[in-house]
């Protein structure tokens, strides 16, 4: 039996992503102590993506249960989550139907009905939001149309995060990047958008309170807390799976651009307005005047594990190919490796191509790297190449470290993200730009196709 007064205090942090539910207790330095994960409990059917909010519940108490230790005491809690879900839940905030996942488009044939009601300049002006399915209100008016019982007995919405919260603690909040992600959040203001609420007929009072991510949700419940036999701790606000892995990857400053290749690929970069360059980019309101903009990369995330498949793999082709656009085009530099790194170019050039405006404004100072990519050093050099800057990875910068990072801050150890990730101890590895001549070939013939 361990005693009590000498188990190192630590921090519970989770990570609901689209593909697996991550646990680990974290020190206070960053070092992952114990770590666990297990699939996202999800039901596909054609452009349907969800699943009961009871199922997502019991996969995260499993994963949460699957680290603790006596050895540890867990001092807070703090979430990640994917974003742009939906769950729709009665007045006694129990849910009326499955959970829509983030990356469920049914909400795309809405979209037209939508710019009727509102217009696409004031839409995307007020939630720098692209016209999008995957975003609330097309998902809302879906829901509307074939689900009208459903939506006449809503009286509260959430994400997935927002339920997980109210499971623990009770209390209904959101932080303001996932706010971001609804569509239904004036970034600009900071508050939710009176006109998009009037438009869907959605009530304030529906939605959760928006807070900061590293303030308090609320306390764990006793119930929970005897359950996973921890103390009743507090639980803290926390973000997007996204922003997470932006703070996590030591991105954090004005001018830091972070590459995440994930599940999805997507190119975010921090700056401290909502104004994007581009109709095609969103943007994450972070925490007070620091945002994130960003695209979503087509053929990033699983589609290029599926092209690499049908390239055959690393046994595939040898000969000099470009990949753009789900095509293999038979002309390159010889030497470029064939059709496996020819996806992860074609990946990079599209990642390089919507990063031009910050490029050519010199806006961007560092990239910083996450994801399961990054154990592909040969990857990790092109990026630096292909940018002609600097790349870095930090060792062990999962989602997690960026969470731990927001307790240090609600903990008063730290007053900003900068100073929170810089606290914690994290190998850090640099890549530095060399001269690669076949990559700026295959990059000016890619520009071309």
Not at 272 to 293: E, K, R, W
């Amino acid at each position: 039996m361990i005693n009590v007064q000498l188990r190192k205090r630590c921090i519970l942090a989770v990570d609901l992503g689209s593909t697996n539910i991550k646990a680990a207790l974290m020190d206070y330095d960053g070092a992952l102590l114990t770590k666990t994960s297990i699939r996202t409990p999800k039901i596909y059917d054609h452009f349907y993506v969800e699943s009961s909010a009871e199922a997502l519940y019991q996969a995260f108490n499993e994963a949460v249960r699957g680290v603790l230790s006596e050895k540890y005491q867990v001092g807070a809690i703090c979430i990640s989550s994917q974003m742009n879900s939906l769950l729709l839940l009665d007045e006694n905030n129990l849910p009326l139907a499955n959970m829509i996942y983030g990356i469920d488009t049914r909400g795309e044939g809405f979209i037209e009905s939508l710019t009727e009601l509102i217009s696409r300049e004031e839409i995307y002006k007020n939630t720098s939001c692209p016209l999008n399915g995957i975003y609330w209100p097309g998902k809302l008016l879906w829901i509307k149309k074939y689900c009208p019982e459903v939506m006449s007995r809503t009286r509260y919405i959430m994400d997935a995060k927002t339920y997980l919260l109210y499971c623990l603690t009770g209390e209904r909040v959101i932080d303001c990047a996932s706010a971001s992600t609804t569509q239904l959040y004036c970034q600009k203001d900071g508050q939710w958008w009176q006109e998009m609420l009037k438009v869907l007929d959605v009530p304030e009072e529906m939605l959760p309170e928006v807070k900061k991510p590293y303030e308090l949700a609320g306390i764990l419940k006793k119930k929970v807390a005897n359950t996973w036999s921890i103390d009743t701790v507090p639980v803290l606000v926390g973000s997007g799976d996204g922003p997470a892995a932006n703070i996590s990857s030591g991105a954090v400053l004005k001018g830091d651009c972070c590459i995440s290749l994930g599940t999805t690929a997507v190119l975010r970069y921090l700056t401290d307005t909502s104004i994007t360059p581009a109709d095609n980019f969103f943007s994450q309101h972070l925490d007070g005047n620091l945002y994130l903009q960003g695209v979503r990369i087509n053929e990033g995330g699983d589609s290029a594990e599926e092209y690499i498949r049908l390239a055959g793999g690393v046994e595939g082709q040898t000969e000099g190919c470009v990949f753009k656009n789900g095509v293999f085009y038979p002309h390159a530099p010889s030497e470029n490796g064939g059709k496996m790194t020819a996806v992860l170019n074609g990946i990079l050039f599209q990642i390089y191509n919507e990063a031009q405006t910050f490029i050519k404004k010199e806006e961007i100072k560092r990239i910083f790297v996450t994801g399961g990519s990054t154990v592909n050093k040969g990857f990790m050099q092109r990026i630096s190449n292909l940018f002609g800057m600097p790349v870095f990875i930090l060792q062990n910068g999962e989602t997690f470290a960026g969470l731990t990072a927001l307790v240090l801050i609600y903990e008063k150890k730290a007053s900003q993200l900068y100073e929170a990730i810089s606290q914690l101890s994290l190998k850090q590895e640099i890549f530095l730009p060399e001269n690669d001549i076949s990559l700026k070939q295959e990059w000016e013939i890619y520009k071309n196709l």
